[in-house]
């Protein structure tokens, strides 16, 4: 029997062809296994590491809403503003201030910044990448800037806030930070609605920089316009003329508000002195609140009106009663007139501002009396007119009263309101008792609604008085020329650091018009003038005419009578 020979290359091929197999079988298996783990297990992480790599997020700014007047005239706005930047790594990379130590210099003196300066901070934040070297340039400063062409360093566009109108609003208005976000008056009391909600945006980068998709978009809050009820003609006029009185009158400071009756809308709030929003560099801070409704002090002879109001609905008193006016001593003081008197008439004592008529009706009635009625007619509370800052004054809610005390709180020593409050109050005496909100808001609905917080009669009975009172030189009739008009001054001490008086005066003059159908209050308020007179029918009451006076011109009211 003859045996084959064993192929020995024939098994040597066979095995080999086995092994291939088998290893590619083991690498495909494992391969499988990591296909699996990194699509089912590790998948996450990957997908996290990608968008890490290649997902930004974009801020979705809106511009800041403009704020107008009543007409559209535009108060505030913001303009465009390049802010100019460095980056210390690259400026390092390119060798450094001394690689273009000639541009740098010039860079240092548009700036203002030493050179010095400069380089500290590339050193110090060698390896940063974003520093600010001055925020919302001029954009003279910004041409040169971008003219030097200096390796690192940037401009960015921002906004900055600007304001027409300037000193004329600036307390009402107010200004915002470098950041836009407001920290005074109209631009911090309604920053909110002024900024908006950012909204934002989530893309996808190639690694070129290149944006090759839009995943997410979060809608925010578009920013609003702000139409204010302020009528930058009248606001001018208020300004101008207070302006010209503290000047006059050699006056520490002033304040004007001018009301819509009918609305409860303020269209002029005006203090003086004033700043420039524009400039805040040279102004200083303790000129910037707003007076009109910080400001406290005591009403004085403004109140009187309120106390005969109260005495005729209590029956007191009618509209034809004589009083005894001579100077009478109540708990050891002496309450007397400036000039003696020994018999006046309800009308009179109005028009004589006796301080001795009014205290006496005063101690013919509780405390609460006048206290309430006071109240009602908006003193001891804000008008909520949205404005941060507004003072409440100061009211003496429930305190054990002397007879001194409700004597003098009958001529407007023991409360102290500010100047918005004297306006209100008289826009509700010249809304015959009805109390309105008052906006600082243009209103576009039809007349606002109020309610009525004292007896229409008796407010029309003493508005007739009221308008007997006498402006320097003038009958009643020529206090503004063709209209009549309804006005009470005041004047009283100043109450120093320590709660007492001191020699100084303010002085005060508030009223409606025209009387016959009122439509306008306003109330003037001059603080310490010392120019040889500080009564309020000689200081302030000249600013009442001249401002009411325009202002009924201006908004084509028609007059009482023909010259």
């Not at 505030?76 to 390119?94: E, G, L």
């Not at 390796?151 to 107010?174: D, F, M, N």
């Not at 001529?411 to 500010?418: A, D, K, Q």
């Not at 007349?447 to 006498?470: C, I, K, N, W, Y």
């Amino acid at each position: 029997m003859k045996f084959k020979p064993y192929n020995f290359q024939l098994i040597l091929s066979s095995t080999r062809f086995n092994l291939l197999y088998s290893c590619i079988f083991f690498i495909l298996i494992i391969l499988l296994l990591r296909l699996t783990y990194l699509q089912i297990i590790y998948s996450n992480k990957l997908i996290n590491e990608e968008n890490l790599r290649s997902l930004r997020v974009q801020h979705i700014s809106f511009p800041r809403g403009f704020i107008t007047d009543r007409m559209g005239q535009l108060l505030a706005i913001s303009i465009p503003a390049d802010s100019v930047w460095m980056d210390p790594y690259k400026i390092n990379r390119n060798g450094g201030i001394s690689s273009e130590i000639c541009r740098w210099r010039i860079l240092s003196k548009i700036l203002n910044i030493s050179l010095d300066k400069l380089s500290s901070l590339i050193s110090n934040h060698a390896t940063g990448r974003f520093i600010y070297l001055a925020r919302q340039i001029d954009p003279s400063v910004s041409q040169r800037i971008s003219q030097l062409k200096l390796p690192g360093v940037y401009l960015q566009q921002e906004s900055k806030r600007y304001y027409p109108a300037g000193c004329i609003t600036a307390h009402l208005i107010g200004i915002t930070d470098i950041d836009s976000q407001g920290i005074e008056g109209i631009e911090k009391s309604f920053n909110t609605s002024l900024s908006g909600q950012p909204g934002t945006k989530v893309i996808r980068k190639d690694r070129f920089g290149r944006t090759i998709e839009e995943t997410t978009i979060e809608n925010g809050q578009a920013s609003q316009n702000i139409v204010l009820s302020i009528d930058e003609r009248l606001q001018y006029l208020a300004y101008h003329e207070l302006n010209n009185a503290i000047r006059i009158n050699k006056a520490e400071s002033g304040s004007i508000v001018l009301i819509d009756i009918n609305t409860g809308e303020i269209l002029a709030m005006t203090n003086y002195p004033s700043y420039n929003p524009n400039n805040l560099s040279v102004t200083n801070k303790s000129v910037m609140r707003n007076r009109a409704i910080t400001d406290a002090f005591e009403p004085g002879s403004t109140v009187k009106p309120i106390v005969v109001m109260a005495a005729l609905k209590h029956n007191i008193i009618t509209t034809g009663t004589v009083m005894n006016t001579s100077p009478y001593v109540i708990n050891g003081h002496q309450v007397k007139d400036v000039i003696y008197r020994d018999k006046l008439t309800i009308g009179e004592i109005l028009k004589k501002s006796s301080n001795v008529g009014v205290s006496k009706l005063a101690l013919s009635m509780p405390a609460t009396i006048l206290v309430n009625t006071y109240l009602n007619f908006g003193m001891g509370k804000t008008t909520d007119i949205g404005l941060i800052g507004e003072s409440s004054g100061v009211y003496p809610y429930d305190k054990c009263w002397s007879d001194i005390e409700r004597a003098t709180f009958s001529y407007g020593y023991g409360l102290m309101i500010t100047p918005l409050q004297l306006a209100k109050v008289y826009a509700t005496i010249g809304g015959m008792g009805v109390s309105k909100p008052l906006s600082i808001i243009r209103v576009d609905s039809p007349l606002t609604l109020g309610h009525q917080v004292f007896p229409r009669p008796l407010v029309r009975a003493v508005l007739d008085m009221m308008e007997s009172v006498l402006l320097p030189g003038n009958s009643y009739q020529e206090t503004i020329k063709g209209y009549r008009v309804a006005v009470k001054t005041g004047t009283v001490k100043t109450v120093g650091s320590h709660g007492k008086y001191i020699n100084k005066y303010i002085a005060c003059a508030a009223g409606v018009a025209p009387a016959s159908n009122p439509r306008f209050a306003l109330a003037v308020v001059i603080n310490d003038p010392k120019n040889g007179h500080y009564y309020g029918n000689m200081v302030s009451a000249p600013v009442f005419r001249a401002v009411m006076g325009n202002t009924l011109k201006i908004m084509n009211i028609a007059p009482d009578f023909l010259q």
